[in-house]
């Protein structure tokens, strides 16, 4: 169960990292109006998020006491090392947390705001909110970078061509057939958790 946790949260963070690759540090800060998050502060938001509710997760409240929730939506970062330096620590303090995972603490007690949760219920809480933002980040660069932008999905009008070439390759009758939910992934470490 850890291995396909971490392979899932792998997959979504390597659509932020495409996505930081295409832009400029400048893109990173633009906000379409006073009332939107720039990517920069979306990520601010992420990695505040992840360093609360995964260090010592198994032992401390996942809204740590320390944590300014209000302040990660305002920007205090000045460059975009700065921005993919903080990207990287919550990330790390995440993938930490998830090798701590194993079958005798799956379903133990753990605690956020004072709400219980198992950790395998935390783990999917996580799996719709991360994503849900990196989502955010992807469609603010779309609309910067608008006809240069690089696709991390299937191409437009391409749709039908993808579908031939993965029938193709999982045509082998003696091959197992999988269901990911990540259509567009291709990478059969990820693809394989979804044998059935």
């Not at 379409?32 to 401390?60: C, P, Q």
């Not at 299937?154 to 259509?183: G, H, L, W, Y």
């Amino acid at each position: 169960m850890k291995d396909l946790f971490v392979k899932r949260f792998e997959y979504y963070k390597s659509l932020g990292d495409k996505t930081f690759d295409q832009l400029t540090e400048e893109q990173l800060f633009w906000q379409y109006n006073d009332e939107s998050n720039s990517i920069a502060i979306i990520v601010k938001h992420i990695a505040g998020n992840m360093l609360s509710r995964w260090t010592n997760f198994l032992t401390e409240d996942g809204e740590k006491s320390s944590r300014n929730r209000d302040d990660e939506f305002v920007n205090s970062f000045t460059t975009k090392e700065e921005v993919l330096e903080y990207w990287e620590k919550g990330w790390i303090c995440f993938f930490n947390a998830l090798d701590k995972i194993n079958d005798e603490n799956l379903y133990s007690t753990i605690y956020i705001r004072g709400e219980a949760h198992s950790v395998i219920d935390a783990v999917m809480r996580q799996l719709a909110h991360y994503p849900y933002h990196i989502g955010q980040i992807v469609y603010i660069a779309k609309m910067i970078k608008n006809e240069d932008w690089n696709t991390l999905s299937i191409a437009r009008n391409r749709s039908q061509e993808f579908n031939t070439e993965m029938k193709t390759r999982f045509s082998n009758p003696d091959q197992e057939i999988n269901s990911s939910p990540v259509c567009f992934q291709n990478s059969p470490e990820v693809r394989g958790e979804y044998k059935q």
